[in-house]
T-cell receptor, first 117, second 110 residues
Framework: SAVISQKPSRDICQRGTSLTIQCQVD?????MFWYRQQPGQSLTLIAT?????????ESGFVIDKFPISRPNLTFSTLTVSNMSPEDSSIYLC??????????????FGPGTRLTVL | AQSVAQPEDQVNVAEGNPLTVKCTYS??????LFWYVQYPNRGLQFLLK??????LVKGSYGFEAEFNKSQTSFHLKKPSALVSDSALYFC????????FGTGTSLTVIP
């Protein structure tokens, strides 16, 4: 298993500013992910945070808007840049842990609830 | 393409009654299926998974799910609902990444 913490847990930000969300895991993991959960909707994968290389972004998400750092195997940050009200969402950090010969389990952080005014 | 569908946005059930939250999936190859629960203002919590073996999988908090290959379903069940089970439930399938359903809001009425 993995225990994940995120900072901040919530924030209210002004339009045009940026917020950096931190994700800390209690063990070394290879795969870390950032998801967005907009109000009343399911989870959407933003990107996979790779240690030692650039993050891999899903369709519709770009590095300029959501820069990601992954300096080591236990930590990652997601920045939401030049925010607009449409960025109001819950941002979730997630990790994958090998749980068997052929599959992985995914664990989630508590989320960061972002409101952009 | 891999996907999951949760056909019900909202499920209401009386406390003490059995509950079912539906999920169907589409995946090539062997399906790895998961259920997660999200309580208000909390992150997702793992409930149970099906990888292989017995079609009836037992998980946390008295929940279980039945894998049905012919119907490509993985419905979540509980014999007797509690008010504290009220939450948002997500079905997920593991392909090249995790694909989540749209979620079902479960309300257990006292």
């Amino acid at each position: 298993s993995a225990v994940i913490s995120q900072k901040p847990s919530r924030d209210i930000c002004q339009r045009g500013t940026s917020l950096t969300i931190q994700c800390q895991v209690d063990s070394q993991v290879t795969m870390m992910f950032w998801y967005r959960q907009q109000p009343g909707q399911s989870l959407t994968l933003i990107a996979t945070a790779n240690q030692g290389s650039e993050a891999t972004y899903e369709s519709g998400f770009v590095i300029d808007k959501f820069p990601i750092s992954r300096p080591n195997l236990t930590f990652s940050t997601l920045t939401v840049s030049n925010m607009s009200p449409e960025d109001s969402s819950i941002y979730l950090c997630s990790v994958e842990v090998r749980s068997g010969v052929a599959y992985n389990e995914q664990f989630f952080g508590p989320g960061t609830r972002l409101t952009v005014l | 393409a891999q996907s999951v569908a949760q056909p019900e946005d909202q499920v209401n059930v009386a406390e003490g009654n059995p509950l079912t939250v539906k999920c169907t999936y589409s995946v090539s190859g062997n399906p790895y299926l998961f259920w997660y629960v999200q309580y208000p203002n909390r992150g997702l919590q793992f409930l149970l998974k099906y990888i292989t073996g017995d079609n009836l999988v037992k998980g946390s908090y008295g929940f279980e799910a039945e894998f049905n290959k012919s119907q490509t379903s993985f419905h979540l069940k509980k014999p007797s609902a509690l008010v504290s089970d009220s939450a948002l439930y997500f079905c997920a399938v593991r392909g090249n990444q995790f694909y989540f359903g749209t979620g079902t809001s479960l309300t257990v009425i006292p």
